[in-house]
């Protein structure tokens, strides 16, 4: 059995990494340990963790991992967002070029974040464009804040339907994922990591995965450590 850190950006990802992705992973003899909110700031030697996009104590928090554990059979990962991604990240200007390709985008983002890191035990994660878009994969989910809201969740619907995958939903300030959402259910922003996972939970990651390629690649990936 091969163990598994996960860093992730805030305590939606880490709720649902907890929930879903740790006991499917135990299923393939992958031990994930609870999930890690990444660093943002380091203060007087204390690290402050979640909410924060700054990439060098994000860097740094990765690295001090990686010294500790140094087994060949220890694996760490991240679940950030592209969303909103922070200027000083390694390679995003260079990644300007791609932004009409999406997914290329985010895997060469993710490339130029493994070599920054520099152990082959480390596989960076970056999500399109957020973690909302999964909810996206079926919006039918949001009928568990408020079944009788039809039309809301006709409007999430609709705007599912209008891309090959959720991840594709676009990262404008106005129309990212989580925006679209509370746009249609506000109570969504004031609770979303309750709600995130619970709503993910209904979905069910295969259904997840089917819609959002390069969501199951990562997850593929990790199911096959050794």
């Known amino acids: ?8 950006e805030g305590q939606t990802e880490q709720t649902f990494a907890d929930i879903l992705v740790k006991p499917h992973l135990g299923q393939y003899e992958v031990f994930m340990h609870n999930p890690i909110l990444i660093a943002h700031a380091k203060k007087k030697g204390q690290v402050h963790r979640g909410g924060g996009r700054k990439y060098v104590p ?6 001090r991992f990686l010294k500790q554990e140094k087994a060949p059979d220890v694996f760490f990962t991240t679940m950030i967002d592209l969303y909103a991604i922070h ?3 390694p390679g995003l200007a260079e990644s300007e070029s791609m932004r009409q ?4 985008r985010v895997e060469f983002l993710e ?3 493994a070599e920054d890191i520099g152990d082959y035990r480390f596989i960076p994660y970056i999500q399109l ?5 999964y ?8 009928e568990y804040l ?3 809201r039809t039309k809301e969740i006709e409007a999430l619907k609709a705007i599912a339907d209008q891309y090959q995958t959720p991840e594709l939903i676009n990262d404008g300030q106005h129309t990212a994922p989580s925006k679209r959402i509370i746009a249609q259910f506000p109570d969504y922003g004031d609770a979303k990591s309750a709600f995130g996972s619970q709503l993910a939970e209904r979905i069910g990651l295969q259904v997840i995965r089917s819609k959002c390629p390069h969501f199951n690649t990562w997850l593929s990936r990790l199911e096959s450590l050794k």
């Open 111 to 113: 490339q130029r974040f």
């Open 129 to 133: 464009h957020e973690y909302e878009a």
């Open 87 to 89: 200027p000083d990240f």
């Open 1 to 8: 059995m091969v163990r598994l850190y996960i860093f992730t």
């Open 135 to 142: 909810l996206f994969a079926d919006p039918t989910c949001f």
């Open 146 to 148: 408020d079944a009788r």
């Open 101 to 104: 390709n999406p997914i290329q």
């Open 58 to 63: 994000m860097k740094n928090d990765i690295l």
